[in-house]
C-alpha cells in the first residue's frame, strides 16, 4: 500500500524554467513533511521539509506548498539549473521509524 | 567528517549465501535505520534501532536480521540470500527519533544471482 504518492515518474525542463514535483499522502496522523534530493551513487539528502501548521515554506529556489484539506504537498524548483538534476523523494512521518517515501522523481534540467 | 560509512559499496552473492552489511556513523547518534531502494518503489524501512541493544522491525524485515552493540555500528544481515533481495540498501542515523533530518550513508548495491 503507497502511502505516499508522488508524481510525476520523471520530468525534463529547461534551464531556468520551473519544476514541479507533486505528492499526496493518505494517513491523517503524518505531521512532517520531508524532501530528499539523491544524486546518482549518493544517498538522499534533506533538501527542506514542512509541517502542516503552514501552507508555504521557501529555501532559496525551492519552495513546498502545503494543502492540508487536500492531503497534498508539492515541491517547486525555481530557475532550475542542470546541477539540480537528481531524484527528488517526498516523505510523509509522525516519527522517524515510520517514515514513507514517494516512488521518486528524475529531474533532468537541460542547458 | 565522515557521517554514516557503509561497506561494502557493491557486493555480488549467489542464492542461498549469506553475508553482513556494515554501517558505522561517527555523530554521536542513538537511532539509525536500514532502508532498501528499488526502482520506482522509493525507500523501504527494513529495521531501525533507537539506541544500544534496541532494534525494531520496519515495514519489510523478512530475510534479514540487524543486530546494535554499540551507538556507532548497525550492520544488517542477511542469511540465505534471494534475488529478490537484490537491491540498494541505504543506512541513516538522525539524532531524534520523532522527527527531524536523517542521515545517509552512500549505499551498498547487493545483486543475488
Known amino acids: 500500500q503507497q502511502q505516499v504518492k508522488q508524481s510525476p515518474q520523471s520530468l525534463i525542463v529547461q534551464k531556468g524554467g520551473i519544476s514541479i514535483i507533486n505528492c499526496a499522502y493518505e494517513n491523517t496522523a503524518f505531521d512532517y513533511f520531508p524532501w530528499y534530493q539523491q544524486f546518482p551513487g549518493k544517498g538522499p539528502a534533506l533538501l527542506i521539509a514542512?509541517?502542516?501548521?503552514?501552507s508555504e515554506k521557501k529555501e532559496g529556489r525551492f519552495t513546498i506548498s502545503f494543502n492540508k484539506s487536500a492531503k497534498q504537498f508539492s515541491l517547486h524548483i525555481m530557475d532550475s539549473q542542470p546541477g539540480d538534476s537528481a531524484t527528488y523523494f517526498c516523505a510523509a512521518t509522525y516519527n522517524n521509524n515510520d517514515m514513507r517515501f514517494g516512488a521518486g522523481t528524475r529531474l533532468t534540467v537541460k542547458p | 567528517n565522515a557521517g554514516v560509512t557503509q561497506t561494502p559499496k557493491f557486493r555480488i552473492l549467489k542464492i542461498g549465501q549469506s553475508m553482513t552489511l556494515q554501517c558505522t556513523q561517527d555523530?554521536?547518534?542513538?537511532?539509525m535505520y536500514w532502508y532498501r531502494q528499488d526502482p520506482g518503489m522509493g525507500l523501504k524501512l527494513i529495521y531501525y534501532s533507537v539506541g544500544a541493544g534496541i532494534t525494531d522491525k520496519g515495514e519489510v524485515p523478512n530475510g534479514y536480521n540487524v543486530s546494535r552493540s554499540t551507538t556507532e555500528d548497525f550492520p544488517l544481515r542477511l542469511e540465505l540470500a534471494a534475488p529478490s533481495q537484490t537491491s540498494v540498501y541505504f543506512c541513516a542515523s538522525s539524532y531524534r527519533v520523532t522527527t527531524g533530518e536523517l542521515f545517509f550513508g552512500e549505499g551498498s548495491r547487493l545483486t543475488v544471482l
Open positions: 514542512i509541517r502542516p501548521d503552514v
Open positions: 555523530m554521536n547518534h542513538n537511532y
